[in-house]
């Protein structure tokens, strides 16, 4: 009977503990839903800008001024692992959040001596600290332990560390192992000594105390501490311990890294808090800002350099330096997005349309002749006219007569649809309503990543899309705005254009590669403008002044070119044998081969004007060997042509020259209009 009623009494017991086990899981549910622990001061991260491999370019302090950058178990030596639990938490990968060994004994050793001689607080109940700030009470001890049970139970023990890794004081305003890694090492804490991980376990026990910068033998001190709790449990060796005792303190807080500043800002802007992928490459960027500081110190007048540059393969800009110095004066206007004069730098564009067309030929014969459009005259750089170049040889020299009838071919308004189409977002003058000539010689802006955007397009046999520099952007679909054989055209013309002041050839770390290369130079030197283009790389240089400052004589050629060059000595090789040109692409041995259409380009001409010679120009000197023959060519009038030298008519459009001395060169059409020339013929041995 006696068993009977114990057995019962036990059940009843039993059943008690179980509604009250269930009683408390169930209020501890509820606890945790009405109560979640508040992540916002976590959550309140460092925007970071990285690089394509996750490279940090810039960080930006957090709204309450502080650099707290997310850090997780991945980011941090194991060395630094281990010093942190063997001197913090021994029993971490074990315990609940409450280390009830660790309480016994801090207990025990208040009661003894009367004083807090070691405390008791794990690694989650400082994390729990560190996300809810309270004044040092036993309530708060209370509210301590409970929250470091609810940490533990909604997270893994590796989510608990980045919490602690990411908000832990390490003086002044730097919280958090990666920005205090930053700050006093240069690095990421990915690979610290024993002696680094050993200050930076120490210094949040007194973040104000133990600033290196600051208290150089508190730190010190402190430092060692750890390492001799390390070597007393075995998480070090002597050796270990020896060379971390004698390695150098750090006396001075490090600048955080500052590259690409412009593009961090700009990209920061839209994502705050966040951690900002972009294309960028840390290695390529670094070398560009250096390759623009040294440059820029060799102007007398300390110019403005932009460069960027972009992986033709991907469309994504693996440098953006947009000037030198981003605390001097205008060093923060971001020059790689700002629009300015391209000068003679379309000059391509337009060409590759014409191209594309059809209508012209890099064979094809154009009139280099004063010519009038409307109440403007254009005139080469050096005011003179070359007559009757081809096309191929009056983009290489960027003569402005041909560019100008080149665009009024395609059309100024078909030209500036084809650039926004491309991605550009080109700035006409005030009242131009977008059917201006002054197009061909830099009458609009653009800006140098737009350029690049361009030229890479050219590079990508036609298919255009705009620079990408966000990696987690969706990548925006190619448009394909002229056929391979006129962009191939183009990059052949260019490849063989004219070298900058100095260089007889090219260095001979670049004679491998096959570069296309084109210049611009804005109306009052302004603006420097030269692009390089492989079949990999694209890039662009400004040179200028962010205000507008002239620099008299100053030509891309000669100030942005060379830069370009130095640049493309910095990109990864490449294999830029030249391959086979487009199937589409026609040969011809003179601009007399191609189809009527497409072999010379000249002024409109309307039925009151006669003809115009193109070649011979006016006064030009002619060396030629005996009996070598020259072609005429004419343009407008009507009917068929008759030429003449000195008066005496000639079969067809080719002339012997009888023997050196002036000679009289006419054209007359059908309706007896005529035009004429003097030129001067010089035997050549």
Known sequence: MIIIFRTARLKRLAVGLVLVAALAVTAALVLDRLFPPDLSRYEARSTEVVDANGRLLRAFTTADGKWRLRTIVDDVDPVYLALLKTYEDRRFDEHWGIDPLAAVRAAGQWLARGRIVSGASTLSM?????????????????????????????????????IYLTLTPMGGNLEGVRAASFAYFGKEPRQLTAA???LLVAIPQSPQRRRPDRAGNAARLGRGRVLER??????IDRASFDRAMSEFMPNRRLDLPMNAPHLAAWLAAASPGGVVPTTLRFDLQAAFARLVREERHQTPDNADIALVAVDNRTGGVVAWVSGADYFG????????????????????????????????????????????????LPRNFDHGHMGGVTVRRALQQSLNVPAVLALERVGPHRFLAALRAAGASPILPHGDPGDSLGMALGSLAVS?????????????????????????????????????????????ILADAPLPDGFASLPVALRERRIAYKTGTSTGFRDAWAVGLTANWTVVVWMGHADGTTRPGQLGRLAALPIVLKAFDRLPAEDN???????????????RDLPPRMRTLGPTTDTNSGPRIAYPPADARLEIRVHEAISLAAFGGDGLLRWLID?????????????????????????GRSSAVTVQIVRRP
């Open 126 to 162: 400082q994390s729990v600290r560190l996300l809810e700030p309270r004044k040092r009470s036993l309530l708060a001890k209370a509210l301590q332990s409970a929250r470091a049970l609810q940490l533990e139970w909604r997270y893994s023990k590796r989510e608990i560390l980045a």
């Open 196 to 198: 680094q991980a050993a």
């Open 230 to 235: 390390a070597l007393e449990h075995g998480a």
């Open 329 to 376: 004066r205008a060093g923060q206007v971001d020059l790689v997005r700002a629009h300015r004069s391209p000068g003679s730098a379309l000059k391509p564009m337009i060409y590759a349309l014409a191209f594309d067309d059809r209508t012209l030929h890099p064979d094809s014969l154009v009139e280099d002749v004063p010519v009038r459009f409307k109440d403007w």
């Open 448 to 492: 140098p990543l737009e350029m690049a955007g361009l030229y890479s397009g050219l590079a990508r046999g036609g298919l255009f899309v705009p620079p990408q520099v966000r990696r987690d952007a969706a990548r925006a679909t190619p448009v394909r705005l002229l056929g391979p054989a006129a962009a191939w055209y183009v990059a052949d």
């Open 577 to 591: 044998r030249v391959g086979p040109p487009p199937a589409d692409v026609l040969r011809v041995a003179s601009w």
């Open 647 to 671: 008066g005496r008519p000639i079969d067809g459009t080719t002339w012997v020259p009888d023997g050196a001395g002036e000679a009289r060169v006419a054209v007359i059409d059908q309706a």
